[in-house]
């Protein structure tokens, strides 16, 4: 099993900035990749973005060059770096961690942007 627990949404106005942190516990070496998922109301919930166990990144067409997934090995910790942030921005987002067939989510964590 793994455990995953999100911190750092909030309310911040257009143009601003906030970080997600999500982090991880368990049988970490289960895993693969880990991502950050929204889901807005009515909506259904889509990936922002992704980073596997190489590094590598993934990033939804709507937040590229406003978004930056990274992970701290040491800390078990992935963060979400959101600047430029924009009203259709707003959801609950969601940190997953994959592997196998395996599928973990934390509890979500509500980001709002007022214009």
């Known amino acids: 099993q793994v455990q995953l627990v999100e911190s750092g949404g909030g309310l911040v106005q257009a143009g601003g900035s906030l970080r997600l942190s999500c982090a991880a516990s368990?049988?970490?070496?289960?895993?693969?990749?880990m991502g950050w998922y929204r889901q807005a109301p009515g909506k259904q919930r889509e990936l922002v973005a992704a980073?596997?166990?190489?590094?590598?990144?993934n990033y939804a067409d709507s937040v590229k060059g406003r978004f930056t997934i990274s992970r701290d090995n040491a800390k078990s910790t992935v963060y979400l770096q959101m600047n430029s942030l924009k009203p259709e921005d707003t959801a609950v987002y969601y940190c997953?961690?994959?592997?196998?067939?395996?599928?973990?989510w934390g509890q979500g964590t509500q980001v709002t942007v007022s214009s």
């Open positions: 997953n961690a994959a592997g196998g067939i395996k599928n973990y």
């Open positions: 368990g049988r970490l070496f289960t895993i693969n990749a």
């Open positions: 980073i596997t166990s190489h590094g590598s990144t």
